[in-house]
Nanobody
Framework: QVQLVESGGGLVQAGGSLRLSCAAS????????MGWFRQAPGKEREFVAS????????DYADSVKGRFTISRDNGKNTVYLQMNSLKPEDTAVYFC?????????????????WGQGTQVTVSS
């Protein structure tokens, strides 16, 4: 059983930065793609970013391209989301997720395991 634990959320002013981390338990972390999703109040959960098994391929939602960077450290079983130039519309609960495949995906149904989420609040 895989467990994913997010950390690094908090309150930040618009224009600021945060780095989210997601630590994964279980074996074979380095074989699987990872993703970040978010859910704002009253809205459906949406794709943010995905990274393939090696870290050599990434994919981003248009709304975060150029501001967010996803990365991973397979030696630490951890995936990161560096968020810069934050906007109030980035306010949401952020979830990390793990696929049981090595390539990236923006579809929630492709992810088998999910963390509990971490709150990010951006004030204007």
């Amino acid at each position: 059983q895989v467990q994913l634990v997010e950390s690094g959320g908090g309150l930040v002013q618009a224009g600021g930065s945060l780095r989210l981390s997601c630590a994964a338990s279980g074996r074979a972390f380095s074989l699987y793609a990872m993703g970040w999703f978010r859910q704002a109040p009253g809205k459906e959960r949406e794709f943010v970013a995905s990274i393939n098994w090696s870290g050599g391929s990434t994919d981003y939602a248009d709304s975060v391209k150029g501001r967010f960077t996803i990365s991973r450290d397979n030696g630490k079983n951890t995936v990161y989301l560096q968020m810069n130039s934050l906007k109030p519309e980035d306010t949401a609960v952020y979830f990390c997720a793990q696929r049981q495949a090595g390539i990236t995906s923006s579809y929630q149904v492709d992810y088998a395991y999910w963390g509990q989420g971490t709150q990010v609040t951006v004030s204007s």
